[in-house]
């Protein structure tokens, strides 16, 4: 069995990447290989009692090996000859995604590591070389000292002709760091030495939510208030269902500190004015947005105060009490003087919903006026409320 270590990873004794995958009933289940080299692991999976099974490598003498192999065994492998990041899946294509020592082989490891993070449905098993193998003493040494950083190291190409060499190497901090702290969408990796000599295997098992209400909304829109009236049944929706008050509530800046597992029903509160004025920039590029990667059914509400509401709230109920704060003096800017930027956060915030619109069954904008009432409203009627009520 795992345990946690001090370093919040669940380490185990040395496993394969085969042992730990085929260790359970696979029937049906999916599963794609990221450099499936000549088809050999994927012929394992069938054997296994995989049913689509799906691999993936950037070179055509080994593509035409493994297909050869997969019709005389027929089958029934989908091979694609392809760079892998520059591969086209939907979200949650497959069950599994395997990656066996390649990632140190990309161009573009990073966008290949973000691929897999999205079309992985259920857990994500990579292979990776050791960095602190080969190199001077004093390389070794020094990486020794950091090898709990997360550290990514870009190996020197001598010539131009060495260029696609292996050229990345990761520390097992680096994953912990990507899977654990920079999305809320996986458990805690588990992680292992492989049995074969200088290598690590970890896994990334992804999480689910069955049911996730979102109430988003600019700071200060009131949606702590609007989340507790659904909760306790004093606010009732015509377009919503009921909540039982039993649902996990959920807040972005502490998605991270979620507990192993899956959830079936929970509440997001969400600030579309995070991203405003840091280096995420929008919405689209806020990794905690990122949650509705993980969920088969979602309810959004999206709150739009009047601009008196949304002032008076801000002044007098404003978490931020340093009115010298930078977010602040954005904040005040964007409530009181710049509603033009106001207005195109709330169109990325609805740009990104549309992104998944597959499992979005009720989206709604909530209008409040400066009479604490409430008006439920379809979404594509945005801006027609906005320049009506905001009127700079």
């Known amino acids: 069995m795992p345990h946690q270590s001090n370093a919040g990873v669940n380490t185990m004794k040395s496993f394969s990447i085969e042992s730990f995958l085929f260790r359970e009933e696979n029937s049906g289940k999916s599963v794609i290989e990221v450099g499936s080299r000549d088809g050999e692991f994927c012929l394992q999976c069938k054997e296994f009692g995989f049913g689509k099974v799906t691999g ?19 089958a029934g492998i989908i091979f694609n000859c392809a760079q892998f990041e520059e591969t086209e899946f939907e979200n949650n294509s497959f069950d599994f995604v395997v990656c066996r020592g390649v990632l140190r082989h990309m161009y573009e490891p990073f966008s290949a590591l973000k691929m897999m993070m999205s079309i992985a449905r259920q857990g994500i098993l990579i292979e990776f070389e050791d960095m602190f ?3 001077s003493i004093f390389e070794r040494t020094v990486l020794h000292l950091l090898r709990d950083q997360p550290i990514v190291k870009l190996g020197k190409s001598r010539k131009l002709s060495s260029y696609a060499n292996p050229s990345f190497l990761f520390t097992p901090a680096f994953f912990q760091e990507l899977f654990n702290r920079r999305t809320a969408s996986f458990d805690v990796i588990e992680q292992s030495r492989s049995p074969v000599n200088g290598r690590h295997v970890i ?10 209400l979102v109430v988003a909304g600019p700071s200060s829109s009131g949606k702590s208030t609007i989340i507790n009236g659904l909760m306790e049944r004093k606010i009732k929706l015509k377009n919503l269902p009921e909540l039982t008050g039993k649902e996990r509530a959920l807040e972005a800046g502490k998605l991270h500190k979620l507990s192993i597992g899956n959830l079936t029903n929970a509440v997001f509160h969400y600030d579309i004015t995070r991203t405003a ?31 008196e509401r949304l002032q008076h709230q801000f002044v007098n109920n404003d978490g931020d009490k340093n009115p010298h704060s930078a977010r602040k003096k954005m904040l005040n800017e964007l409530y009181f003087n710049d509603h033009v930027r106001l207005k195109s956060i709330y169109e990325q915030w609805f740009s990104l919903l549309r992104k998944y619109q597959d499992v979005i069954d009720k989206n709604m904008i909530l209008f409040s006026d400066n009479g604490n009432n409430f008006i439920e409203f379809e979404c594509d009627e945005f801006a027609k409320i906005f320049s009506e009520n905001y009127k700079n």
């Not at 896994?203 to 996730?212: P, Q, T």
């Open 133 to 135: 193998r080969g190199g």
């Open 56 to 74: 993936v490598d950037a070179d055509p003498e080994r593509i035409n090996l493994a297909v050869q192999k997969s019709e005389a065994s027929n």
């Open 203 to 212: 896994y990334a098992a992804k999480r689910s939510i069955e049911n996730l």
């Open 277 to 307: 004025g840091n280096s995420m920039r929008t919405v689209e590029r806020d990794p905690t947005a990122r949650i509705l990667d993980i969920c088969n059914k979602v309810n959004v509400i999206t709150l739009l105060p009047s601009p």
